[in-house]
Nanobody, 114 residues
Framework: QVQLVESGGGFVQAGDSLRLSCAASGSTFTNYPVGWFRQAPGKEREFVAGIGGGFTDYADSVKGRFTIYRDSAKNTMYLQMNNLKSEDTAVYLC?????????WGQGTQVTVSS
């Protein structure tokens, strides 16, 4: 059983930075594709960033502002978010695919005030 626990969300002003963390247990993070999604009120869940197989991918809306990376020693994935905008306000969820099965964290709220 894989468990994902996010942290690092908060209330910030436009232009500020935040770093989200996703700690994994039950499996080694390094070996599987992982990523971040977000869901704003009344909107569909959307892809934000992903990492796997040595590659990273980003939604167009966050390219150049967000960076995804992972620390194998800590079995933790991060999302560094810079120059935050009000439209980045959402619940951010950690996602991993382990042996073809999707796992989700509980989410962490990010609120950006303009």
């Amino acid at each position: 059983q894989v468990q994902l626990v996010e942290s690092g969300g908060g209330f910030v002003q436009a232009g500020d930075s935040l770093r989200l963390s996703c700690a994994a247990s039950g499996s080694t993070f390094t070996n599987y594709p992982v990523g971040w999604f977000r869901q704003a009120p009344g909107k569909e869940r959307e892809f934000v960033a992903g990492i796997g197989g040595g590659f990273t991918d980003y939604a167009d809306s966050v390219k150049g502002r967000f960076t995804i990376y992972r620390d194998s020693a800590k079995n933790t994935m991060y999302l560094q978010m810079n120059n935050l905008k009000s439209e980045d306000t959402a619940v951010y969820l950690c996602h991993a695919i382990v042996f073809g099965y999707p796992y989700w964290g509980q989410g962490t709220q990010v609120t950006v005030s303009s």
